[in-house]
């Protein structure tokens, strides 16, 4: 049995499978990220395989996400135009949900590219702009939810919800771990200051001696002879 679809289906087919596609691929960018963040990955050789695969990951999603966007502008029944797929809440189909797309989209195309300007930018820089990142996911959740036609079916919100107890651990871990990397950071900056200051005071104090010792010794010159 020989199956035809129409062509303004099959622009619509490829976009929603593109998007699930970036969806899934963004989850799992999330989930290397904050696995790396948390020091799960302690091995060395697998932090850097982690990493690698983390920066692939985000770019395939990035051209996931520019096929479901492109490809939106065949559908028939839509009819976008390069405004709705370009700029937020433009599109009169379900503008919220599509705006959020869109906004995921900048993002994650500022975050994707970002890994090649670690060193021009500053690491810790870069890691403050990169904290972003779970908000292109939650993002690309909503709009997956609110704005996909087949959001109710089982298959996509086990895709959608299935990650989100890893994710809201890691999170967490993340978070917490962030505090007491903060706290211990003041510490050991308290500690230095104190070595510094433990440091300089016998310095001073023989300064003060000698100092009071040549006030207390007597004037030597013409008169004392």
Do not use: C
């Amino acid at each position: 049995m020989q199956l035809s679809v129409p062509i303004h289906d099959l622009w619509w087919l490829i976009s929603r499978a593109s998007a699930v596609i970036a969806l899934v691929l963004i989850t799992a960018t999330v989930l290397l990220g904050l696995a790396m963040a948390t020091r799960t990955l302690r091995d060395p050789g697998r932090r850097r395989t982690a990493m690698k695969l983390h920066e692939d990951i985000a770019l395939v999603s990035l051209a996931m996400i520019a096929v479901h966007g492109l490809t939106l502008l065949g559908d028939a029944w839509l009819k976008p135009g390069l405004s709705g797929i370009a700029v937020p809440f433009s599109m009169p189909y379900r503008p919220l949900y599509t705006g959020l797309g869109i906004i995921a989209g900048y993002l994650a195309l500022l975050l994707g590219p970002s890994f090649y300007l670690r060193r021009r930018i500053k690491a810790r820089r870069w890691r403050n702009v990169h904290r972003l990142t779970p908000v292109v996911w939650v993002f690309a959740v909503v709009h997956t939810l609110g704005a996909g036609t087949d959001s109710g079916s089982l298959w996509l919100r086990a895709i959608v919800l299935s990650p989100i107890p890893v994710l809201a651990y890691l999170l967490t871990v993340r978070l917490l771990s962030g505090g007491s990397s903060a706290e211990a950071g003041r510490r050991r900056q308290a500690s230095a200051g104190a070595t510094v200051a433990a440091r300089l005071q016998p310095d001073s104090a023989a300064g003060a001696r000698r100092r009071v010792a040549g006030q207390l010794q007597p004037e030597r010159g013409p008169a004392a002879r």
